[in-house]
């Protein structure tokens, strides 16, 4: 099978060079007279089109260029970024410095007694300038909750990301699930028209009862159904798939991946400790834990008294003044103790949700890790010998059939028996590959995003 992985650019590139072919042949259609050379045309166009049908229909992917693509085209990893964006935008607000306040009144004086009282008349001129200067504790505090809330929302992102790369590897599993078990149906379809085929002409020489050819037919429309049903589930499992990659992938990709794809990770004390450090929800919750923290500290040191600095100039038609002054308010009747209870109760509340969650990771991966360890033993239990006996079982059953020592029963019992072991060995595979998903899910392991070109 050709492997050819391309982009959605890639794509819209080839189809414009095909827009352009066509407006090229049309032209040269118009002056051409011998049939011919429009056929050699037709047959180049029609190549050109196959190759690219076929670019567009045999892409093929592996897990990490699979959860790669889905990461960059999701949108709900988008919205993520854009939230650590405006994160990293509040940290430049709460690192600017206040404005200054200026204020300027200009106007003509009037006299209203003879100039030998007043004098000459002239111009009035005023120049206020009021400039605040910051608490240096008041804006540190500030500052630093920004600077944590920007950890916070990476954390987030981080997050969203190792929800969607599990989800996507579940899914890509999933998939090839179904289709393992629509490959199978069909052989079990081919299996009982072979044993009904095999029936039927028995029958018709008058070797078996036609009681035998109804149940070998009812068994074929049985196994029929189940095969369509397995094939409908595999699709929709497709469907889920495109679905949650947000479009970017073509209708017609496949996966290159295997249920049998080895599961490998460290030991689980060495995962715990990984997973206390990596975890994006623990350091989502550190980071709000330490914004409000510094919240407190922000709300303690507003206490402290505001200073602005003072400056005014004053002219008019017999004085010119300069005034420099400082305005302080000072905090005598309320201290903000509602603002500082609130910010104190709310960093107790994330410092519990912290200890909860640290707990609940925990359990979490201990359950995950006894999935992996409980499919692991299945898979190693069926692949050890079961699935072997009832593929020999059968073998020998179609055998004594043939030679007609068994009977149709016998069959259909060990293809049965065949068939729940093959399905549970490969729901127990699929099992193995999502416990995996789960434990990187919990420790953040995914591949970063990026535009497979």
């Known amino acids: 099978m050709l492997r050819l992985t391309c982009s959605r650019n890639k794509l819209h590139y080839l189809s414009t060079i095909l827009y352009i072919f066509c407006i090229f042949y049309k032209g040269l259609m118009q002056t051409m007279q011998t049939f011919s050379l429009r056929y050699i045309f037709f047959i180049l166009f029609f190549i050109f089109y196959s190759t690219l049908l076929s670019a567009q229909e045999s892409t093929k992917l592996n897990i990490k260029e699979l959860q790669q693509l889905g990461l960059q085209a999701n949108g709900l990893v988008q919205a993520a970024r854009s939230q650590v964006d405006m994160a990293e935008a509040g940290v430049v607000a709460a690192s600017a410095y206040p404005n200054p306040n200026v204020s300027i009144k200009v106007g003509p004086q009037s006299k209203r007694l003879p100039v030998s009282v007043t004098g000459p008349a002239d111009n009035y001129r005023e120049v206020n300038v009021s400039q605040p200067i910051e608490n240096p504790f008041f804006r540190s505090a500030r500052i630093n909750s920004a600077e944590a809330l920007v950890d916070a929302r990476q954390a987030n992102l981080d997050q969203v990301r190792a929800d969607l790369a599990a989800q996507l590897r579940v899914r890509a599993y999933e998939l090839i699930l179904r289709q393992e078990q629509a490959q199978m149906e069909s052989n079990i379809y081919d299996l009982m028209k072979e044993i009904q085929r095999r029936i039927q002409v028995s029958v018709e020489v008058g070797e078996t009862a036609r009681f035998e050819l109804i149940r070998a037919d009812t068994e074929v429309l049985s196994a029929e159904n189940r095969m ?125 949700t912290l200890e909860y969650r640290r707990f609940e990771i925990g359990q979490l991966l201990e359950s995950a890790w006894q999935a992996k360890e409980i499919a692991r033993r299945r898979v190693e239990m069926f692949e050890g010998g079961i699935v072997t006996e009832a593929q020999l079982a059968l073998s020998i059953a179609q055998t004594a059939y043939r030679l007609g020592e068994r009977g149709f029963i016998e069959v259909l019992d060990t293809q049965r028996v065949l068939r729940g072991v093959l399905g549970d060995l490969l729901q127990a595979r699929f099992e193995l590959q999502s416990a995996a998903a789960e434990i990187d899910r919990l420790r953040a392991h995914y591949p970063k995003e990026h535009i497979i070109e």
């Not at 992938?249 to 715990?272: H, K, M, T, W, Y």
């Not at 990984?274 to 303690?300: C, G, Y």
């Open 228 to 352: 369509e049903a397995a094939k409908l589930n595999a699709e929709r499992a497709r469907v889920a798939l495109i679905q949650l990659a947000a479009g970017a992938l073509q209708s017609g990709f496949e996966i290159d991946a295997s249920l049998n794809d080895p599961v490998e990770f460290p030991s689980l004390e060495a995962l715990r400790q990984e997973i206390i450090e990596t975890n994006p929800d623990i350091q989502r919750l550190q980071a709000e834990q330490k914004s409000a923290d510094s919240r407190i500290d922000q709300e303690k040191a507003s206490v402290l008294p505001r200073v602005n600095i003072l400056y005014e100039n004053y002219h008019d038609a017999q004085f010119s003044t300069n005034v420099a002054g400082v305005n302080l308010e000072i905090p005598l009747f309320y201290r903000r103790r509602g603002e500082i209870d609130t910010a104190i109760y709310d960093s107790a509340r994330l410092r519990d």
